[in-house]
């Protein structure tokens, strides 16, 4: 999730729970940065660049 702050996104709200991190941003993008961001977000436990503490990165 540190792409959330890597491109400085701004979120509407989180929720975590034992088996999902929900997301919504409110940042406006084309649907090709949607995309792109979206598909880091999906695979982020794949790629240890991205992967971490959630709740470090949103504070």
Do not use: C, H, W
Not at 1 to 30: G, H, W
Not at 31 to 52: P, T
């Amino acid at each position: 999730m540190k792409i959330v702050k890597e491109k400085q996104l701004e979120l509407d709200s989180v929720m975590a729970t034992p088996y999902a991190i929900r997301v919504n941003l409110a940042s406006k993008m084309t649907q090709d940065e949607f995309r792109k961001i979206g598909g880091i977000m999906v695979n982020a436990k794949y790629e240890e660049n991205y992967f971490g503490d959630v709740f470090n990165v949103l504070i």
